[in-house]
């Protein structure tokens, strides 16, 4: 028994000496567990259960002589239980909560209150009328007299004072000047195990503790042997111990408002016990989470398994660490596990499709099947080394890197070592079957078999977007959500692949006989009905004749930038013809960083285009492309072959046009005429992903007929509903930066939102944005949860009480443009609708290049 009990009981033993019988009243069981200890050789317990009368029956005989000597527990008020008991009543004694008589008071604090000392009483006093401190808590405070450190760090709880005292020195000065030194070393001890001295600096303290905790969490959750570096250490024995450390250890740094004291705290206990040298395995560094050390090491642990053996458990893995404690606090940590998961899944899809490939041959047709379907899904290859360039590109490289490195080199040498394989497929497979695929739709037939339905039964988009690559519009598709029902196919695209001949190809009149000519100056044409079209102003024109409908024509940027004039264009026109040039614009100009940014930018533009023409009574968007690319390393010697000379008409780094010329063993040779054009002109394309030495951009090429360049996606998308004016959600946003000032490519932003309605809400899905200079300048690399990789959106999480959301952590990625900034902003959007739910404002930049 405790001493508060011990008091207890003897306060009821005093009123069965004094009056024999004790009616002892216990309306809250304050006292029920150790109640029955009253009952000893001097005095018989009772128990009041459900019935009174069961009561008198059990206790009748124990009445019978002179004085009887009886406690009777009863845990009911008073008022409900006095008549029925009152002949035991008048015969002796009550106790209850409350007595006008001091001795008969049973409340708690009543009891415990002369056993303290007044200051530490105060500290408890609340609790114990409250309730929420009771009979055992008093008992354990009276035997182990912590009751000073409860005052002065406001909290009764070890693990509580343990966490203030190793992240602040702000109760320092109060504890040494009350003597709590000892008192505070002494709770260290039991409740962690800490062999300290009780006398000293408590800055020594804390250092000691610190290490003590964070190295009795290292060596705790190690598998496996410990290292023989890490046995002169002092820990915690293992056990109750150990355990309160890694407690603490894992409350400090999941604490927000914590971490970067955390952060401090384990660099120098890994700089003290040299982690950064400690021999582990790979299993042993898997289990850590604490030391930066042993992050980075684990990440080259990982890099390297990936470059030499893929497997789906290794990138499952370092995917699960994009959501750790150190890519959460230093977000290049999480980018670096981002690259390393996309570098893996790249790998995986690589060694599928090569073993596929393998396995058995196919036709041209079913080669692009197995590229566009999603039971095959090939076009991931793409996909994933589309984003780990785009990755590579804004991560910020140091000589710490190098096995990153590797893995990225290694990655992308599989990528064009499959993919070459690939293209070389289905040339062949697609020569040897004359260069017709039946049944195969085409992209001649795409305004035919598509638009013209689509405008007979209402207001439609056409949108042409340059270079948009199939497995980008399944992105594009992907982040539509649930406003849209979207049906994408693909057709076969136009050889060559080139921006002329891919956007006349998808014209009114493209699908009967066409011509492929020379337009002159180096430039192709299609004469289509006797009209040569060569650049978007012959296009817009021949559109316009032939449609069938009024016609209005625009840009993607003036379609965003929601012009009057615009917008009036729209509502008086049958067809709206939207073209988007900036992917393959960029590209070709060189600026490789730049354009790969610009390719996800662009997918969250078009979504954003299509959300404005659906509000402008639009009821079907087809989006459609000229051509697909190739986008990987800057061509090698080794990659680049001489074109065939003779009379050049066009020439590109994918394809040659003309007429003669040299044979070569590397590429296919094929007149217009097999590919459904008519003229006398030639074509010339390598077979793999090689290219011809000729001036145009260094990595970006397309021309050719791999499967990348020539599966064009045609997307036809009808809203669901009537895209109204966009409104907010029923939430009451907070965003916090992890930055006050953005200094690296990399910035954290906390999501959290209560409901700010009357009746429950829906958890929404957002979208998060940097701004400099009102363009979008970033990409969302991570989130504690949520995060769809393909369009970028989060979904958040209602918590249990289902008036707030569970707290995000989202890293983004910034773009180089970014650096050229003075200030950005932060943007938190309805996925849905486009509208603005929150902002960060004028956030300095100060990103060194």
């Not at 000893?40 to 009445?63: G, K, M, P, W």
């Not at 001949?501 to 009967?512: I, N």
């Amino acid at each position: 028994m405790g001493r508060v009990t011990d008091e207890l009981l003897k306060v009821v033993r005093r009123q069965v000496d004094g009056s024999g019988i004790v009616v002892w009243y216990d309306p809250d069981r304050t006292y029920e567990e150790i109640a029955p200890a009253t009952g000893d050789a001097n005095a018989t317990f009772a128990r009041y259960v459900d019935s009174f009368f069961q009561l008198r029956y059990e206790i009748d005989h124990l009445l019978e002589g002179d004085r009887p000597r009886l406690v009777v527990y009863v845990p009911l008020p008073r008022d409900t239980a006095h008549e029925p008991l009152i002949e035991l009543v008048a015969a002796g004694v009550e106790m209850y909560p409350g007595a006008p008589s001091r001795p008969c008071n049973t409340r708690l604090s009543v009891i415990a209150k002369p056993l303290f000392d007044e200051m530490v009483w105060k500290s408890v006093e609340k609790g114990v009328e409250a309730g929420t401190v009771g009979l055992a808590d008093l008992d354990r405070l009276a035997e182990r007299p912590t009751g000073m450190l409860s005052l002065l760090f406001g909290t009764a709880s070890p693990d509580a004072i343990a966490l203030q005292f190793v992240t602040s020195d702000k109760h320092d000065a109060a504890v040494m000047q009350k003597g709590g030194e000892s008192e505070l070393a002494a709770l260290l001890e039991e409740h962690f195990g800490l062999q300290s001295p009780a006398q000293g600096l408590l800055a020594d303290l804390r250092d000691r503790f610190v290490q003590h905790v964070l190295a009795t969490e290292l060596v705790s959750t190690l598998p496996g042997e410990t290292p023989a570096a890490l046995a002169s250490v002092a820990t915690a024995a293992i056990g109750p111990l150990s355990e309160a450390c890694g407690s603490l250890s894992r409350t400090w740094r999941v604490r927000s408002d914590l971490t970067d004291s955390f952060a401090a705290a384990a660099g120098r206990t890994e700089s003290a016990l040299s982690l950064s040298s400690l021999p582990l395995s790979y299993e042993q560094l898997q289990s850590q989470d604490a030391f930066l050390a042993l992050e980075e090491r684990l990440q080259e642990e990982v890099e390297a398994r990936l470059r030499t053996s893929p497997d789906d458990v290794t990138v499952e893995f370092a995917r699960s660490r994009q959501r750790s404690f150190w890519s959460k606090l230093r977000p290049d940590a999480g980018a670096r596990w981002v690259m390393i998961a996309t570098a893996g899944d790249l790998l995986l899809t690589a060694d599928r499709i090569a073993s596929e490939l393998k396995s058995n041959a196919r036709s041209a047709d079913e080669l692009l099947t197995a590229y566009t379907a999603r039971e095959s899904n090939w076009f991931l290859l793409d996909t994933y080394q589309r984003r780990l360039e785009t990755l590579a590109f804004g991560f910020d490289w140091d000589e710490g890197h190098q096995a990153l490195s590797e893995l990225r080199y290694h990655a992308a040498s599989r990528f064009a070592q499959v993919g070459g394989a690939l293209a070389e497929a289905f040339v062949r497979a697609y020569q040897a079957e004359g260069f017709t695929l039946a049944g195969r739709k085409r992209q001649r037939d795409v305004f035919k078999q598509y638009v013209a339905p689509a405008m007979e039964r209402g207001k439609t988009a056409y949108v042409l977007v340059d270079a948009l690559r199939f497995e980008m519009a399944k992105e594009l598709v992907a982040g539509l959500g649930e406003q849209f029902d979207c049906e994408l196919d693909f057709v076969l695209g136009s050889v060559p692949s080139i921006t002329e001949v891919g956007m006349a190809a998808l014209l009114p009149g493209a699908e009967g006989e066409v011509e492929l000519l020379d337009a002159g100056g180096g430039k192709l044409a299609l004469r289509i009905d006797g009209t040569v079209v060569k650049d978007r102003a012959d296009r817009v024109k021949l559109l316009k004749a032939n449609a069938g409908a009024t016609v209005y024509d625009a840009k993607l940027e003036d379609l965003l930038a929601n012009r009057k004039t615009v917008l009036n264009g729209i509502a008086g026109a049958d067809l709206i013809f939207v073209t988007s040039q900036e992917i393959d614009l960029l590209c070709e100009q060189g600026n490789i960083a730049l354009a790969r940014n610009t390719m996800d930018t662009v997918i969250r533009d078009l979504r954003r285009g299509i959300g404005a023409l659906v509000r402008q009574s639009v009821q079907t968007v087809i989006v459609t492309a000229d051509h697909g690319y190739l986008f990987g390393e800057e061509a090698g010697t080794d990659m680049t072959i001489d074109p065939p000379g003779g009379e050049t008409v066009d020439m590109h780094r994918r394809v040659w046009v003309g007429r003669g010329g040299a044979a070569h063993s590397s590429c296919v040779r094929l007149r217009a005429s097999d590919l459904g054009w008519k003229g006398s002109l030639e074509i010339v394309s390598p077979w793999n992903m090689a290219c011809f030495r000729a001036g145009g951009a260094r990595a970006y090429f397309h021309g050719g007929l791999a499967p990348q360049e020539l599966t064009v996606p045609v997307a036809v998308l009808r809203a669901r509903v009537s895209a109204g004016k966009p409104s907010a959600t029923p939430f009451a946003w907070q965003l916090k930066s992890g930055a006050k000032t953005i200094s690296t490519r990399f910035l954290s932003v906390r999501v959290e939102g209560q409901v700010s309605q009357l009746f429950d809400a829906d958890a929404p899905r957002v979208r998060i944005e940097v701004r400099a200079g009102g363009i979008v300048v970033s990409t969302p690399l991570t989130a504690d949860y949520g995060l769809d990789p393909q369009n970028g959106e989060v979904g958040m999480k209602l918590s249990e009480d289902g008036r707030s959301l569970e707290s995000n952590v989202i890293v983004l990625q910034l773009h180089e443009t970014a650096a050229n900034a003075e200030t950005a902003s932060v943007h938190l959007l309805d996925a849905a609708s486009g509208f603005e739910l929150a902002k960060l404002g004028s956030i300095p930049v100060r990103i060194a290049l």
